[in-house]
């Protein structure tokens, strides 16, 4: 497979590995805050009102999905694999096209499964997690700008028509994750309207 020079600029690399580490940093406190409340009965500290409260999202079974494990155990791990490409791309590390689809994949895979969570952790669960949703707000943000980048650095495709789309789209990559964030905003009016009553 050929390798392609996608490291001219530390730019995404930067942009990578910052994501990276602020979503391993809201997993971490959200797995410390799990262990203390399990250990020690101690309320998290991302209690703080009726509507935000991460120890009723942490006692539902939708966060321990995977093999009875917190997922956000998961999420260091995954966020820490993002953080290191981050990392390798301002080192001017170069990775063959499998390993481009297998993180552009996972990356999907992750984006959907945190949708998930949110419409349970809204419509189910009936609590909102600041943490969980520090990770909804990057994750959606990395995915939507490292795709068309990915295109149009052709590491997914050596396709001219894939590569002329990523470098036309990646100037509007804002726009899905405008779209993404309204959603959320406005299935949260929805679900907690009081949350916006002032």
């Known amino acids: 497979m050929p390798v392609h020079p996608e490291t001219k600029t530390p730019v995404m690399g930067w942009f990578i590995a910052v994501i990276g580490v602020i979503s391993m940093v ?14 020690e ?24 999905i995977f093999f009875d494990a917190p997922n956000q155990l998961l999420g ?15 080192q001017g590390a170069r990775f063959r096209r ?13 984006w959907f499964f945190l949708m998930w969570l949110f419409v349970q952790a ?5 609590f909102l997690c600041l943490y969980c949703m520090v990770v909804w707000v990057t994750h959606t943000i990395l995915l939507w700008v490292y795709l068309p980048w990915a295109l149009a650095q052709g590491l997914l495709t050596d396709n001219a028509r894939a590569v002329s789309f990523g470098q036309a789209t990646l100037p509007f990559a804002w726009v899905p ?15 907690f309207p009081l949350l916006f009553s002032f």
């Open 122 to 126: 809204a419509f189910s669960i009936g």
């Open 76 to 90: 260091i791990a995954g966020w820490a694999v993002v953080s290191t490409i981050g990392v390798g791309l301002i």
């Open 26 to 39: 809201a997993s971490y406190m959200l797995a410390r805050d799990g262990y203390l409340l399990a250990a």
């Open 177 to 191: 994750i405008v779209g993404t964030f309204a959603t959320i905003v406005i299935s949260v009016w929805v679900q």
């Open 41 to 64: 009965g101690q309320t998290p500290s991302c209690d703080i009102n009726p509507f935000f409260s991460c120890g009723n999202v942490m006692e539902s079974w939708q966060a321990r």
């Open 98 to 110: 499998w390993f481009w689809w297998a993180t552009t994949i996972g990356l999907f895979a992750a």
